[in-house]
């Protein structure tokens, strides 16, 4: 990896995946195990239960901190794409190394988000300057109720005293900076709790603590620890926004980072499709290669199809933080249940192509299988669970049901969201909001495009697909009409329709993206129609998939095996990793 400063990507002419590139060449080859960040040392610091230190350092030293802080603050952070991308970069390696780093970014955000000019300017020097910033909301007696939170911040002279502990905290304890959602309001509520960025080495000895950390299932190397304070004095310039305004701040936060833990998804789910890959391009049964039988070749297609849906999902959402901004708050909740758990789902359902050989810890592929299997469980818990984020979308019902009818959408907005021949524009943190009034406009926009869908390619099986999507649309949205809200005893059913509602999202960013992109940006030209089988087979209830559909997915098998052998990363994009210099050198020798 090399020591020198990371440049821009804005240096030269923009790409989708431009950074990525350039990290992969900084990077290196991860099957080499002479590498600090390969999956060999890797794998043993998870073994041994070790944090990655040296490669964290690295990581200091590449700059990548620059890319946590606004590029109006001085960083190098111009579009939510960039995170994307480092995201799913370091997760495809190790989720442990992207989670450790990365954090800073997610304790950081409430000052980009809600903090004053002094104190973002301030904080943005201390991150490029190396500090770590975590972000403590949890208690061990409240799990994800942050309104039950009992850290208090009461008032002093000259400013605040924190009492109280925070539980599972990640970087708690090798944090120099932590921001702490506390009770300022005795009685509680929306409007009890503020949020504090509390710099640890100004605290007086004594009056705080680290709790130590717990042994996890996976992710056995981070930090995932606690703090405790006991008369911790801190000035009144710690308050971030109004007192008062805490939750507000945080669940404005968690609508970027939400959306960014797609890309946690898409690395380690598109490394363990690469370990199964890899396996069935190698093993033989029956006297063929596992790939190229029937029932082994659907299952990799099925995963690689899966993969590409939420991946139209993670770059229609994340351009969306930019240019669809007042509705990020119900698609953020879209992004932060249906990619995890689709993940869950595809990496879930590779074991059974490779056999025993899914649960070894050290002796296949350096045990990256069974240590993703371990380590994504844990995406779908933070920043708000799977029932949370649902739960978010179930209060929003009464929008989107207005919106659909009412024909509202921003064509603008949905356009920008998915045309990936330019960077959105710089994200406006005041436009961001806790309610979508105006409805999700990817989905809200799905008549006009099935209308260019057929126009355009009138007899196509895409064309046939929109359509049949546009009627099981309406009939979602008239279940969602009927739903009662009820903040008590929510039935089962509303969180169906929640579910239902994150997979039509999910068809209409797929159908936006290939409409407004050119076909030639694709790695496989046969994409849309296969994300579009596995979509309406789970919209719609059906069971799996049948000689008539099935093709359509193994269509997919051939450009997926080219992207493993020429090192590229599974994607609807043209994107070389650090392998493929590596196999380009074998070639030629």
């Not at 403590?136 to 799990?143: C, F, I, Y």
């Not at 990799?300 to 351009?319: G, I």
């Not at 994607?571 to 196999?583: K, T």
Request: aromatic share 6%; with cysteine.
């Amino acid at each position: 990896m090399t020591t020198a400063a990371t440049t821009a990507t804005t240096a030269r002419e923009w790409s989708p995946y431009g950074l990525t590139e350039d990290l992969e060449g900084r990077f290196g080859d991860p099957h080499d195990p002479a590498l600090a960040f390969s999956f060999a040392r890797l794998g043993a610091l998870d073994r041994a239960e070790t944090f990655p230190a040296e490669v964290c350092r690295q990581l200091d030293a590449l700059g990548l901190p620059q890319w946590f802080v606004p590029a109006r603050l001085g960083g190098e952070l111009r579009s939510s794409e960039e995170l994307l991308q480092i995201i799913r970069t370091l997760g495809r390696r190790d989720f442990t190394v992207a989670l450790a780093h990365t954090k800073t970014y997610l304790g950081a955000v409430s000052v980009w988000v809600g903090g004053t000019p002094e104190q973002a300017a301030r904080l943005a020097a201390r991150v490029m300057d190396g500090a770590v910033v975590s972000l403590a909301l949890t208690e061990q007696s409240h799990g994800s109720d942050l309104l039950a939170g009992e850290l208090t911040a009461g008032r002093t002279p000259g400013g605040y005293r924190l009492d109280g502990e925070k539980w599972l905290i990640n970087n708690a304890t090798r944090a120099d900076l932590v921001t702490v959602l506390a009770r300022t309001d005795p009685a509680g509520g929306a409007r009890g709790f503020s949020l504090f960025l509390v710099d640890k080495s100004q605290l007086a000895p004594g009056s705080w603590h680290p709790v130590p950390a717990l042994p996890t299932h996976g992710v056995r190397g981070a930090d995932i620890s606690g703090i405790a304070f006991t008369g911790a004095e801190i000035p009144a310039s710690a308050l971030i926004g109004a007192e008062g305004a805490g939750l507000e701040i945080i669940l404005k936060g968690f609508q970027i980072t939400r959306t960014l833990c797609s890309a946690m998804t898409l690395g380690m789910a598109g490394q363990a499709l690469g370990v199964a890959v890899a396996f069935a391009e190698q093993h033989e049964l029956y006297g063929r290669r596992l790939a190229d039988l029937p029932q082994a070749g659907r299952t990799l297609a099925e995963a690689y199809a899966d993969l590409l849906a939420v991946e139209a999902v993670s770059l229609v959402a994340t351009r969306g933080i930019h240019t669809l901004t007042g509705e990020q708050s119900a698609v953020s909740a879209v992004v932060k249940y249906l990619v995890p758990t689709v993940g869950d789902e595809l990496i879930g359902g590779l074991r059974q192509v490779l056999g025993a050989r899914a649960m070894l810890v050290a002796d296949h592929a350096e045990g990256t299988f069974q240590k993703i299997e371990r380590d994504h469980r844990i995406v779908g818990i933070f920043d708000g669970s799977t029932v949370v984020n649902l739960n978010y979308l179930i209060n929003q019902f009464p929008v989107l049901v207005r919106g659909w009818r009412g024909g509202h959408t921003d064509p603008v907005g949905v356009a920008a969201s998915a045309r990936l021949d330019a960077p959105p524009p710089a994200l406006d943190p005041d436009a961001l909001t806790l309610y979508a009034r105006s409805g999700c406009s990817v989905v809200q926009a799905l008549p006009a495009a099935v209308d260019r869908i057929r126009a355009q390619e009138p007899d196509s099986a895409v064309a046939a697909q929109a359509g049949r999507l546009l009627v099981l649309a309406g009939e979602l949205h008239d279940e969602l009409a009927a739903h009662r809200p009820s903040a008590r005893d929510v039935p089962e059913r509303a969180f169906a329709l929640a579910r239902a509602y994150t997979q039509l999202y999910a068809a209409s960013a797929a159908l936006h993206l290939w409409l407004e992109n050119p076909v030639g940006r694709w790695c496989d030209s046969g994409w849309l129609e296969a994300v579009l089988t596995r979509l309406l087979r789970q919209l719609s209830g059906e069971p799996d998939l049948d000689d008539v559909d099935g093709p359509a997915l193994d269509r997919l098998l051939p450009t997926l095996r080219r992207q493993h052998r020429e090192g590229l990363l599974f994607s609807l994009l043209h994107c070389e990793l650090a392998e493929a210099a590596g196999r380009t050198a074998q070639e030629g020798s």
